[in-house]
């Protein structure tokens, strides 16, 4: 489970198909996406975070007798929207920095990115520097 600052977060949107750009479609970049009206860019966040042998990732998963359907999450900086998939947006939660653990096992792929871990529903949440995935996801565009 990751974390980013909810001020980051412009929209939520059910799955939309997403459409390839002719020699710039990547592993990161995916494509474009029409969101009502607005093309947004989208990418693979989880090409950036997970490892694939430890992807534990399943399709419209069920969780706690609870159905999951993947949608489409968009946040940014910079004036620059990303979308990308989610599975769920569990909650939104203020995390005092006392609650943070700075220390992330070095051994996952999101280690690149974690400012550091939390719990939360007895789950370990990776907090996410927004900046370094954003300006990851910038290079992966380019």
Request: proline share 3%.
């Amino acid at each position: 489970m990751f974390a980013l600052p909810s001020r980051l977060v412009l929209d939520i949107a059910g799955f939309s198909d997403i459409h390839t750009i002719p020699f710039k479609t990547n592993k990161v970049l995916l494509g474009m996406a029409n969101f009502s009206g607005d093309l947004r860019l989208c990418v693979s966040v989880h090409e950036l975070l997970i490892d694939q042998e430890h992807d534990l990732s399943d399709t419209n998963a069920d969780r706690n007798d609870r159905r999951i359907y993947k949608r489409m999450m968009t946040a940014g900086t910079n004036n620059i929207p990303w979308s990308f998939l989610v599975d769920e947006i569990v909650e939104i939660k203020h995390i005092r920095h006392s609650d943070v653990d700075s220390d992330v096992s070095p051994d996952i792929k999101a280690s690149t990115y974690a400012l550091g871990t939390t719990s939360l529903n007895d789950q370990t949440v990776i907090i996410l520097d927004d900046q370094l995935l954003f300006d990851s996801l910038e290079r992966a565009a380019k």
